[in-house]
Structure formats: C-alpha cells, structure tokens
C-alpha cells in the first residue's frame, strides 16, 4: 500500500505580473514540491478584493497567473491547481473561524498596520480578517506544511493558534501546519536599483524582472542596472549593487561566465557594460520560453478553464470532508 503523501497549500494573488523574485523564491520550491507531496496551489482571488480590484480585470489577471505558474513548470495532472472563490468551503470555514478570532490580536497583526498606513480611505473588514481567511486557505486542506517566506511567518503562526484553538474548543481535527522550503533558506532576487531591496510587483517596474518582460525590456532593465563606479580591490568586499548583479548570474549564467566575469572585477578591468550585456543575453534564455509559453497558454482559455475546473473538484471534495467533519465537532449537525 502506498503511503499517503503529506499535504502542502500555498496561494498567490492575482494582482501584478509574476516576476523573478516569485519564480526563484516560491514557483520553483513548488516544481519540486510536486514530485513529493499532495499539493494544493490556488489563485488568491478573494484576497485581492481587499484592494478593490477592477472587476473587467480580474478574470484576465487570474488566467495570466494560472498561465505564468504551468508555465513556469506546475504539472496540473500532479497538483491542485485551482481558484480560491471556486472552493465556497473555505468562505463557509472563514465564517466558522472568525468566532475564535480576537479583534485585538488581529489589530496587532504587523501587515493589517501596514495596511492602515498606506491605505487609511480603505481600512474594509476583510483586510482586518485577512490572516483568518489566509488561515483557513491551509486549514481547510489539513495541510502540515506550507512554503513561505519570513514576511509569512506571523501568519503561519495565527494558523497554527486557529488550529490549536479549535481543536481544544472542539476536539482534534486540524494538524498545525509548519513552514517549509528546501535547503535553509529561500533565494532572495535583489532589485536592480541597488538599494537592497528585493524584486517585487509593486515596486520601481525598471528595477523588477517579470516573467511577461520581452527580451529588449530585459536587455533594458538590466543595462540600466544601478552599480558602483569602482573595480576590485585585493580583499575589498564587493558593493551591494555589484554584488547583486553577480547572484542574478548564478541563477542563469554558466559557471565558466561567472569565473570569467569574477576574475575580471578582482584584476580591476571589469566592464560593467559587458557584465550587464551577458547577464542581459542569459536572462533573455531563461525568461523567454516562460513567457512564450505562458502567452501561448493564455489564449487557450478552454484549456486553462479546464485546469481550475479539475483542481476545484479536487479541491472541494478535501474541502468538504473537512468542513463537514468541523461542524459536526462544533455541533452543527441537525439532521441524520
């Protein structure tokens, strides 16, 4: 008898393009999470109406997501692939999980205060709920692990605490679930304007490589790239901004290029011009099948419709069995 796989949830919301910092930081833990667990990926739709998002928009940002993500290398016969609102168990879930929820504590919630701050005309109840919601996104499907990064780290942790709260409320039914990746850390994709951030939707679109880019907008972005005026020096740490240029190269350059371009920036003769135009040439190969794929994608919206429709079934009926086992515990259940 095979042994039953261990069920892994993570969401992404349809909002911005998917860009390199998604890819190398989520999307290819997941390719590899395919082969090894019982996975459930779903487009975040419900939470991106916390920010009011157009609604001709919407459909077109949640087949470009689906798209980017099967063509980025998810195998929808292997994962759940599906949309958030396509799972009415989880809102039903929501609803049940936000009587053991504390205004308090999710006013404490570091993201909610962010929210407050940046967006004080539209402080909506489902921004105050968000981690209840997100929660219950990893609850429904009893899943123990759950890829994320630091930023996530107090939302899994309010996971674990509505699991924990339920379960002693009621009795023993959600497992709490923990973060994981491989290896002991995620990569973190620096932004190209060199001030230490990383790559990210919402930020500077110059200094953010996304996966729609066409390889002039590559080629562009990168020749652009901010990097300090100085060249190597014997035992000189290398500028944060040359630096980055350099991890960006160990994701798609040849060892041999980067050897090249190292020994170049230590002997003082680096051209940063040749460094950004390689660098600019190998990205190019590795985003445009990508991209190519996913516009292909995009315009097969049976296609696509038929993926979400397949993940929701498989979804729902994970879904439903947890649901259905949460109300009986809770006691509502009034019918034989």
Not at 66 to 86: F, H, M, R, T, W
Not at 304 to 329: I, S
Request: charged fraction near 25%; include cysteine; charge should be neutral.
């Amino acid at each position: 008898m095979a042994t039953k796989k261990e069920i892994v949830v993570s969401g992404i919301r349809p909002t911005g393009y998917l860009h390199l910092g998604n890819y190398f930081g989520a999307i290819r833990n997941y390719i590899r999470m395919q082969e090894d667990f019982d996975c459930y990926f779903f487009v975040a739709d419900w939470h991106s109406l916390t920010t009011h998002p157009d609604p001709k928009d919407l459909k077109g940002n949640v087949m470009r997501v689906l798209a980017e993500n099967i063509a980025s290398g998810l195998d929808p016969e292997k994962v759940a692939l599906y949309v958030q609102s396509d799972v009415p168990e989880i809102a039903e879930l929501y609803l049940l999980m936000n009587m053991l929820a504390y205004v308090g504590e999710l006013e404490r919630v570091p993201t909610f205060k962010d929210k407050v701050r940046l967006q004080p005309d539209n402080v909506n109840a489902g921004l105050l709920t968000y981690p209840v919601l997100m929660s219950v996104d990893i609850l429904i499907q009893r899943a123990v692990k759950v890829p994320v990064g630091k930023d996530q780290g107090q939302h899994l942790e309010m996971a674990r605490n509505f699991a924990q709260r339920f379960n002693q409320r009621y009795g023993d039914l959600f497992p709490e679930p923990q973060a994981f990746n491989y290896g002991d850390s995620l990569v973190r994709i620096p932004s190209l304007d060199g001030k230490g951030g990383k790559m990210s939707k919402s930020e500077n679109e110059m200094a953010t490589l996304y996966l729609a880019d066409t390889d002039e907008q590559i080629r562009k972005k990168l020749s652009k790239a901010k990097t300090d005026s100085s060249s190597g020096e014997e035992g000189a740490p290398m500028p944060e901004s040359v630096q980055n240029l350099f991890d960006l190269m160990k994701l798609v350059s040849t060892p041999e290029s980067i050897a090249t371009f190292d020994a170049a920036y230590h002997a003082g003769t680096l051209r940063y011009s040749d460094l950004k135009g390689q660098l600019g040439e190998d990205m190019v190969k590795f985003i445009a099948p990508i991209r190519e794929k996913a516009a292909a994608l995009q315009q097969d919206t049976q296609y696509l419709e038929k993926v979400m429709k397949a993940g929701a079934e498989k979804a729902r009926a994970n879904a439903a069995q947890t649901l259905h086992q949460a109300k009986k515990l809770i006691g509502l259940n009034y019918y034989q």
